[in-house]
Nanobody, 121 residues
Framework: QVTVAESGGGLVQAGGSLRLSCTAR????????MDWYRQAPGRQRELVAS???????TYADSAKGRFTISRDNAKNTVLLQMNSLKPDDTAVYYC???????????????WGPGTQVTVSS
């Protein structure tokens, strides 16, 4: 059994900062990629940032220069530091872990339930 859970969402004024945290727990052999997605009302879920085991990161254009993704492999945890927040950043933020439960496991995506981020103008 594997669970993924996010924390750290909340209400913040425009220009403020929030830090989201996500931890994967359970029977895990290795986590290949950990991602943050977000979904605003009436919009499709979109990738915000991604980080692989070796530390290489990818960001959506909307996140570049404002958000920083980092990872603690020993704790199966990924963080998303969000600065200079804008009302357009308002969304439910989801963590995804693409992980293997044993050596020959081809891997699968495990999603958290999401955490609400609301940025007021």
């Amino acid at each position: 059994q594997v669970t993924v859970a996010e924390s750290g969402g909340g209400l913040v004024q425009a220009g403020g900062s929030l830090r989201l945290s996500c931890t994967a727990r359970g029977s895990i052999f290795a986590i290949d990629t950990m991602d943050w997605y977000r979904q605003a009302p009436g919009r499709q879920r979109e990738l915000v940032a991604s980080i692989i085991t070796g530390g290489r990161t990818t960001y959506a254009d909307s996140a570049k220069g404002r958000f920083t993704i980092s990872r603690d492999n020993a704790k199966n945890t990924v963080l998303l530091q969000m600065n200079s927040l804008k009302p357009d950043d308002t969304a439910v933020y989801y963590c995804n872990a693409n992980l293997r439960r044993w050596l020959m496991d081809p891997g699968a995506d495990y999603w958290g339930p999401g955490t609400q981020v609301t940025v007021s103008s």
